[in-house]
């Protein structure tokens, strides 16, 4: 007799998983629309407060649950339509996008979310909407680099910035959006050609977060970086002395302002096809797009409100005005493929 070949740890451990998570979210289930689950990319951390200031003020229960954007949506695809999940929750348009091209999201009609979420911030189809803006710009050392020498992307790649560039892998997500945005804009021979030209300008090989470009701007590993603005709100305002020392030291600059604008992207939601507590989870994208909730982004998260009208932190004013790419993010979705397979050529690992 035969032996089936046995499953490898890492499919036995996620199966667990999608069973312990399925568990978890079907006690609940019988309360109806009183509870909404939520697979999330988000760090708790900022997310949660709103998610219970939600529950406060509607007596609806919120259980999440928090991976990797890729873990989330390969989990959705393999519970299919008996997924216990509501809504999705991403920090990149291009998962989003995703997710919509699997069939794993539904439509939200609705005239108050799409009034107040800017036509090229959601899905055409209103499988997606973005929740937080967030840009991807360039930061500098102070002591070492002259704004005025800076202006644009593309200008990265110039022999100017030879061994002084720090940039994350390009299997970061907004990397991949970035460069997305730039296959729009430039076309991808023209594009390629920069991505070759940024790898040998890079300081050291693409390693960490966006946190560790800002600090080895700060100790001189390298003159500028490319990071999302949140990061270094984060760290001028961290409770560790060295992260808070290490954003002193770099300045903020936008790029493009002569030309398209700097790149945006957001934090985005989406109700998924196995769907259960629809009303609910529509209630709840409301909630996230409401005057207290937008500030709080500001606030808390130092990203950019989605909503016109909320007012700026002290943190986001004190980097100045700018022009903000007005790109369609669903086109950085449809071209992520392409700008994954072209980093690639270019030797951006």
Known sequence: MK???????????SSLMIILVSITFSVTADESDKVINIY???????IKPLLDRFSETTGIKVNMITAKGDALIKRLEIEGKNSPADILLTTDVARLYRAKSLELLQPIESDVIKAIVPANFRDTESTWFGLSLRARVIVYARDRVDPEDLSSYEALAD??????VCVRSSS???NQSLVSSMIVH?????????AKGLVDNFARRPKGGDRDQIKAVAVGECD????????LGGMLHSDIKAEKA????VGLFWPNQSGRGAHFNVSGIGVTRSAVHVDAATRLIKFLLNDESQAWYAEANYEYPVKSGIPASATLQAWGDYKADPIKL????????EAVRLMDRAGWK
């Open 186 to 194: 430039n076309g991808l021979e023209v594009t390629e050609d920069w």
């Open 246 to 249: 290490a954003a002193e030291k």
């Open 40 to 46: 999330s990319e988000r760090k708790e951390e900022l």
């Open 172 to 174: 970061n997500a907004y």
């Open 224 to 231: 500028v970086a490319l990071v999302n603005t949140y990061y």
């Open 330 to 337: 669903d086109q950085l979705g449809q071209h992520n493929a």
């Open 159 to 164: 022999p100017e910035w030879k061994g002084r």
């Open 3 to 13: 032996l089936m070949k046995s499953k490898t740890p890492e499919l036995l451990f």
